[in-house]
């Protein structure tokens, strides 16, 4: 019985880990080869403004709806009979968010110009537009409909594309054109998965639950420390680097960000599957073995994509990046590094949610914060966007070893970390090869990477033989619930 409950967690999550992949896939790489548009079209000034609004809604999003979306990812597993009353609190919830931020734009008017009118304008509507999506497609991952949030995802990067050609090519308006195209893209995708959760079943019987509302809300506000901690190791740089370094370098630094956004396709699509399987799986007997294979495997994998990207940044760049956005190649190297450490913390996070415990995460979340906020006004005078680089790296690996500590209260991950720290540190000695432009740096590149991959050979064996049982027993359909 037991080795049957293992196999159906392993099965869970790689059958939700392939459903996330063609979404991710599909959404990202379509996206990337929309950079080499965005940087011919749009200046770098206007790059970094359309990039101050992205993470502001990184900020608001999450703080104003108190965290309604991952409530309705935690609430809506464990309580299946309940998720119409989850999607009206959480829709309740926007909805007060967007006249808020609304508000708080239309009262801005009085201070300024007419050409910041028209941004606070374009955000005011973005809010409202992203915050619906987001929160739709959290609540479909805890309705475990998988499917439904694939659709949407792709669905709002198709739209989003049309409308960039459109509105960048054909009509030519700029930043405002950019803009709009995300406004539409994720209205209309939210429109289309709430049609598909009215026929699935999902979105029906709308009741109040004020038992529920209060619960959704003690998780969620604790949450906030969390988010608001991740989103300043995220883009507080950004804010820095624009006061001090001015928008031009803010939308250099900015465009920096699409490179490491390639490991990011990864680290989403095991996230967004490990996330679920996580708050399925804590109360399981072999959680701890679970959560240890989990974690090694995923450190292994982003370890080596992490290289493998160090080592052809400057091919990537010169493919994706046009004109003065070239030169944004070198920055790249130590967000790849965040990413990792980023990822593991997520990972690790989802573990202390699963167990009802947000408030470690936003400790570890807020010290990585202060570091961060610490070391971008100390580096970022004398070092620039690169300043602004390093901070987060490290502020990210800091993040990292505090939810690192706080998950052994519940689970023992049993990984080799002096294994882990060498590879950390040839990935930083691969970064300053590369950064440096030292003489025969490919070929130092090459020789690093390949040890990265010799110290994770057997994770990587393990995890390939699971997965190949697991594709053979499907296809013989021999594996029983």
Not at 101 to 106: E, H, L, N, Y
Not at 374 to 381: G, H
Not at 404 to 425: G, P, T, W
Request: glycine share 6%; aromatic share 12%.
């Amino acid at each position: 019985m037991a080795e049957k409950k293992e196999k159906g967690t392993y099965r869970y999550l790689a059958g939700n880990i392939a459903l996330f992949t063609i979404s991710n896939f599909v959404s990202k790489i379509l996206v990337f080869f929309l950079v080499p548009l965005y940087t011919d079209v749009l200046s770098t000034y206007e790059y970094g403004i359309a990039d101050v609004m992205q993470v502001t809604l990184l900020l608001l999003v999450p703080a104003f709806t108190f965290n309604m979306g991952e409530a309705a990812l935690r609430f809506g597993i464990e309580e299946a009979d309940k998720r119409g009353s989850i999607l009206r609190t959480g829709i309740t919830y926007v909805i007060r968010a967007d006249a808020l931020v609304v508000g708080i734009c239309i009262a801005s008017f009085a201070f300024t110009g007419p050409q910041i009118r028209q941004y606070l304008l374009l955000f005011a509507l973005l809010f409202a537009a992203d915050s619906l999506f987001e929160y739709l497609i959290l609540f479909f991952q805890g309705c475990e409909a998988v499917p439904i949030v694939v659709i949407g995802s792709v669905s709002s990067t198709l739209i989003m594309i049309v409308s960039n050609i459109i509105f960048l090519l054909v009509v030519r308006i700029g930043l405002t054109g950019y803009i709009l195209s995300q406004i539409i893209a994720y209205a209309l995708a939210s429109l289309v998965m709430v049609l598909l959760g009215r026929s699935e079943g999902s979105v029906k019987n709308l009741t109040v639950d004020d038992d529920l509302k209060n619960r959704m809300l003690a998780y969620g506000t604790p949450l906030i420390a969390y988010s608001t901690g991740s989103w300043i190791n995220n883009a507080a740089d950004r804010y820095i680097v624009l006061a001090l370094c001015g928008a031009a370098v803010n939308g250099v630094y900015g465009v920096a960000y699409k490179i490491p956004a390639i490991l990011m396709v990864f680290q989403r699509i095991f996230a967004q599957a490990w996330q679920m399987s996580a708050t399925k799986s804590y109360k399981d007997e072999k959680s701890a073995e679970f959560f240890t294979q989990m974690y090694r495997t995923y450190n292994s994998f982003m370890v080596i994509g992490c290289a493998l990207l160090i080592l052809l940044v400057e091919p990537i760049a010169a493919f994706m990046f046009r004109k003065d956005f070239y030169e944004a190649w070198m920055y790249v190297p130590p967000l790849l590094i965040s990413v990792i450490f980023g990822a593991l913390t997520g990972f690790l996070g989802s573990i202390c949610l699963a167990h009802k415990d947000p408030k470690s995460m936003g400790a570890a979340t807020s010290v990585g914060a202060v570091m961060n906020v610490a070391l971008n006004f100390a580096l970022i005078p004398y070092f620039g966007a690169m300043g602004a680089a390093v901070a987060t790296a490290v502020s990210y690996a800091i993040m990292w070893a505090l939810a690192y500590k706080f998950v052994r209260k519940y689970v023992l991950i049993e990984n080799n970390l002096l294994m882990d720290a060498l590879s950390y540190l040839i990935l930083t000695a691969l970064s300053v090869a590369m950064i440096g432009k030292v003489q025969g740096r490919y070929l130092i590149g090459a020789v690093l990477t390949a040890v990265i991959i010799l110290l994770y050979y057997s994770d990587l064996k393990t995890i390939a033989g699971k997965m190949a049982i697991l594709l053979k027993n499907r296809i013989h359909g021999k594996q029983q619930d």
